[in-house]
């Protein structure tokens, strides 16, 4: 709820409700100014200005509404500028870097995917400077008025701060400044997030999971993690926000972990484990039909798929460890939304039950009842998580205000 005298800085006051009007008009709109006074809880004074100044900028323009059953003059409705304002959208992964210019709808422009070597002669931030300038270059008949950079990328990051303690793939990396080199080179704020808890906002945002205050979202992939989203807000969003269940022990006598511990769950249900150890058991399996062609994670699932017993046992195995898991995260947040993204999800007839039946035996009936498992409605391949990051910039009204601005 937002209201014309709540506490705090009166700058703090004004980012918080244009941020709020913004999304109203973003989701509602064509929305009226008297919706909009009621919906936000604030005056109609107080509407009336910051429409203004969102008017006078082109973030939003006036359109004509008809009421149903009105036969009276249409009235007069708000609705979202978005096509001149772009950001540039980068995600960095294992010996690629995706580049994107988008619009403040989401809507991409132009992207492209590059190959990004995993140690170079020249340091990673300025390589990647570097790729910045030539992307900005290459589509500068394109570009309308940037406004912002937002980058995901896996690693241990502080996101308020745009530090990037370390990457994995990228030895190079210790304590890069990436955020701060950023926004002095470009001139626009630049936002960082782990790549796992951006598409979690994305999901909440623009897919699966839109309109659940309460979500888990699982990442089995490379990498294993999860991202965590409570009462509407991302959990720990100020600083490492990914809840990195892929460190959680789930057998002492396991293998040996690159993080020093033994057992953890990405030694057992990542992607790159799961076939690690397929291949391993084939030798003990030789009537399994993965003999047969090359090893994948689309061979091992449409081989569980059509019944073998071996990639049966091997994907039932990852619903079984990551279940467990998710029980007591399940006890600890009791979420609406369970939602799993992963190449594996192929394989999700086999999968899923795996996950919910430990889910409704180790986690509380009262939590657990309705919960159900589902898959994720984008990739982690691209930008969009990207996109989720300028989305909740402009809904909380930081970046909003710097619009506004000039």
């Not at 993204?341 to 509380?364: D, E, F, K, V, W």
Request: aromatic letters at 4%; glycine letters at 8%.
């Amino acid at each position: 709820m937002v209201v014309d005298s709540q506490p705090g800085h009166i700058d703090q006051i004004k980012q918080t409700n244009a941020g709020a009007v913004y999304r109203l008009i973003d989701q509602l709109g064509p929305v009226s100014r008297i919706d909009l006074s009621r919906l936000a809880q604030l005056a109609p004074a107080s509407i009336t200005k910051i429409v203004r100044e969102l008017l006078e900028v082109h973030l939003v323009q006036e359109t004509e509404i008809q009421e149903p059953g009105s036969r009276g003059r249409p009235a007069i409705g708000l609705q979202v500028e978005t096509e001149a304002w772009h950001y540039l959208s980068v995600r960095i992964s294992r010996g690629e870097i995706s580049l994107a210019l988008r619009d403040l709808s989401g809507k991409a422009v132009v992207e492209e995917n590059i190959p990004f070597a995993q140690s170079g002669n020249e340091p990673f931030l300025e390589r990647l400077v570097k790729e910045v300038d030539a992307f900005f270059t290459r589509n500068q008949s394109r570009l309308e008025r940037l406004t912002a950079i937002a980058i995901t990328l896996p690693g241990i990051i502080d996101t308020e701060n745009g530090i990037v303690h370390s990457m994995p793939f990228y030895a190079d990396v210790k304590e890069m400044p990436l955020g701060s080199t950023l926004e002095n080179h470009t001139g626009v704020p630049v936002y960082i997030q782990h790549d796992i808890s951006a598409w979690t906002m994305a999901e909440s945002l623009f897919g699966a999971s839109r309109g659940a205050r309460d979500i888990i979202q699982v990442v089995i992939d490379h990498n294993v993690g999860a991202g965590v989203i409570t009462d509407g807000r991302l959990l720990h969003a100020g600083s490492s926000s990914l809840v990195e269940i892929g460190h959680t022990q789930v057998d002492p006598w396991g293998k040996r972990c690159y993080c020093g511990n033994h057992g953890c769950l990405e030694t057992i249900a990542s992607t790159d484990s799961v076939l690690e150890l397929a291949q391993q058991r084939l030798g003990q399996s030789m009537s399994s039909m993965l003999h047969d062609q090359p090893l994948s994670v689309e061979s091992l699932c449409d081989a569980a798929l059509k019944g073998d017993l071996l990639a049966k046992d091997i994907i039932t195995g990852v619903g079984t460890n990551v279940g467990r898991i998710l029980a007591i995260m399940v006890n600890l947040f009791n979420p609406q939304k369970i939602l799993i993204g992963s190449p594996l999800n192929r394989a999700a007839a086999i999968l899923y039950p795996a996950m919910t039946n430990c889910i409704h035996q180790q986690s509380l009936p009262a939590y657990s009842r309705h919960i159900r498992v589902e898959s994720t409605q984008f990739n982690n391949r691209g930008t969009m998580a990207g996109a989720a990051l300028v989305k909740d910039a402009m809904y909380n009204g930081s970046l909003l205000i710097r619009l506004l601005q000039g």
